[in-house]
Every structure is written in structure tokens, then in C-alpha cells.
């Protein structure tokens, strides 16, 4: 076997910043000297060290991310503690635009009783989330947004989370080769100012969210304002929490509950006095 200082001063070379720990990685996923130097090859060549692996450290968790599929970033971590802070024992969470799944998987690993649901528009994406909530079968879905989801959960999700994409199309090109060539571009590309796909969330998800219920999108620091203005627009009231360590955003939106008044009486009921 190669020693591992002598492939991570490949992998230095090659403009890897962490060489030392990607060599470690690999040495010890690799079984035979040459499935080694394969490996080094193709990191070398820029494929993203989670694709080569097979897997990403995500929550503390090991997620599995296959070739295509977003490899999930640690700065959406807060995303995940931002929602496990508003979940409740039982809570019905939807993990939307799940990608491998890894969202999901941390808020599960860290809030077992809550009923956990995933969905996805790519099928690589779907495949690899179904093996990473395996404890969760048929309940990760393909589709789009919400429309993925079984009709009977309109109305009853409580916590809705979403890292959609939100780089704005001419953006993608300033990204690192890894995320911009080996990426899926529908994991990336948010539209000309990077909130479309927020703007058809905010519409569709206040019929689905729970009396009480709260919506969860990560965003740049950049965008907060205007993705709490697309969620205000449609009746839903937004804050915005930011993790500098991880420089990480999240909008997170609630849908209001009714006043007790307000639930007692029949909808369309006359109020009077
Ligand atoms: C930025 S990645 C995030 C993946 C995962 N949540 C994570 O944080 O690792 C965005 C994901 O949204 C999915 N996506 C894009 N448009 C979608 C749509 N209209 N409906 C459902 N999923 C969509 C992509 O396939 C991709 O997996």
C-alpha cells in the first residue's frame, strides 16, 4: 500500500485542503493497493471525496450518498437542530428535497418518536434516502414537493423541513468544480434569484402544515430577507436564526394557531356578541 503521506501530498497537490484526513479516509475504505490507487485517482480528477467514500459524516451520523446525489454540507446541521427544537414526542416531520435523506436520518436519530416522511424529485436521490430511512419504509416518496406526499397528511404536518436548492442560476458557475460537475443540477439551481422553488413551497405548504405547524428552509445569509418576505407573502409568520460557526441560515415560518374562540366555532360561524 501506498503510505498515506505520500497520497495526501498527492491530494495536496491537487488542491485538496483537508490531504492528510482524505488520505486516512481512503486508505482505510480501500481493500487492495489498487482499489487505492483508484480511488486516489479519482479524487485526484475532483470527484467529491463522499462520492468516492460512499458515504458523508453528517449529525454524527454516516449517511450514504451515491454518485449524483447532493453530498450533504455540515453547515445544514443547524437546520436539523433548528427543527428539533420546535419538535415535539409524536410530531409529524416532513423532510422535503431530501436528498440522501440525511436531514431526515439526524432527526430521527436524535427524536426517535416523531413520524418521519421524506420526499424527493430525483430518483437517485429517492433511492439513496429509502436506503438511508430504511427504518422508515414507504414513507420517502418521489415527486414534486408537496404533490409527492400522501393526501392525507394535508393539514397535519408539524414541522415541514427543506434544504431546497437556492443558488441562483449564475451563481453555479462560481461554485467548486465538485458541487458544479458532480452534483445533480436540480439539487442546486433555485432560479434566476435562487428562490423559486421557496416561492412554490411558500404557496403550497400552509395547507399542509398543522394549526401551530412550522416550515424550515435553509437559505444564505444574503437571501434571508427576501425568503422571509416570500413566506410573510403567503401567510405565514417568519424569523430568521443564524449560526455564524457553521455559516448557516434558516428562515423558519409558522402557520398561526387558531385562538380557542376561533376553534370552538364551526367554520363560516357568525362570531356575534
Ligand atoms: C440542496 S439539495 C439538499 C438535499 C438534502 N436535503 C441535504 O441537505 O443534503 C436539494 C434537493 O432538492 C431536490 N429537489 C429539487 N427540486 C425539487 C422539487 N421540485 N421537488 C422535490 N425535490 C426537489 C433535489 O433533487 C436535491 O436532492
Redesign the pocket.
Same mark, same amino acid.
Given at each position: 500500500m501506498t503510505p498515506p503521506s505520500a497520497i495526501a501530498a498527492r491530494l495536496r497537490a491537487a488542491g485538496c485542503v483537508f490531504a492528510e484526513d482524505e488520505a486516512r479516509l481512503l486508505s482505510s475504505a480501500a481493500r487492495t493497493p489498487h482499489e487505492l490507487a483508484a480511488m486516489v485517482d479519482r479524487r485526484v480528477r475532483g470527484l467529491p471525496l463522499e462520492h468516492i467514500l460512499g458515504w458523508?459524516e453528517?449529525y454524527g451520523l454516516r449517511?450514504q450518498v451515491d454518485p449524483g #446525489?447532493?453530498?450533504? /454540507?455540515r453547515r445544514?446541521e443547524y437546520?436539523v437542530s433548528q427543527a428539533l427544537a420546535v419538535c415535539r414526542p409524536g410530531a409529524v416531520v416532513v423532510?422535503?428535497?431530501? !436528498?440522501?435523506?440525511?436531514? !431526515?436520518a439526524a432527526l430521527v436519530s436524535a427524536a426517535p418518536q416523531v413520524a418521519l416522511y421524506a420526499?424527493?424529485?430525483?430518483p437517485?436521490?429517492v433511492a439513496c434516502a429509502r436506503r438511508n430511512l430504511s427504518a422508515h419504509p414507504g414513507r420517502v416518496f418521489e !415527486?414534486?414537493?408537496l404533490?409527492?406526499l400522501p393526501a392525507a397528511l394535508r393539514g397535519r404536518i408539524d414541522v415541514l #423541513?427543506?434544504?431546497?436548492?437556492?443558488?441562483p442560476t449564475g451563481a453555479i458557475e462560481r461554485m467548486p468544480p465538485e458541487a458544479r460537475l458532480h452534483?445533480?443540477r #436540480?439539487?442546486?439551481?433555485g432560479g434566476a434569484d435562487g428562490l423559486d422553488?421557496q416561492r /412554490?413551497l411558500a404557496a403550497a405548504a400552509p395547507a399542509w402544515l398543522a394549526p401551530g405547524g412550522h416550515l424550515l428552509v435553509?437559505t444564505s445569509r444574503a437571501q434571508a430577507g427576501h425568503t422571509m418576505a416570500v413566506f410573510a407573502h403567503n401567510g405565514l409568520t417568519p424569523r430568521v436564526a443564524h449560526c455564524d460557526g457553521l455559516d448557516a441560515t434558516v428562515v423558519i415560518s409558522s402557520r398561526r394557531a387558531p385562538r380557542s374562540r376561533e376553534r370552538e366555532l364551526p367554520q363560516g360561524a357568525h362570531r356575534g356578541r
Open positions: 458523508a453528517f449517511v #446525489v447532493f453530498v450533504p /454540507r445544514t437546520l423532510d422535503l428535497c431530501c !436528498g440522501s435523506g440525511a436531514v !431526515g420526499t424527493d424529485i430525483d437517485a436521490a !415527486g414534486d414537493l404533490d409527492a #423541513v427543506a434544504n431546497a436548492p437556492y443558488v452534483e445533480a #436540480v439539487a442546486l439551481d422553488v /412554490r435553509e
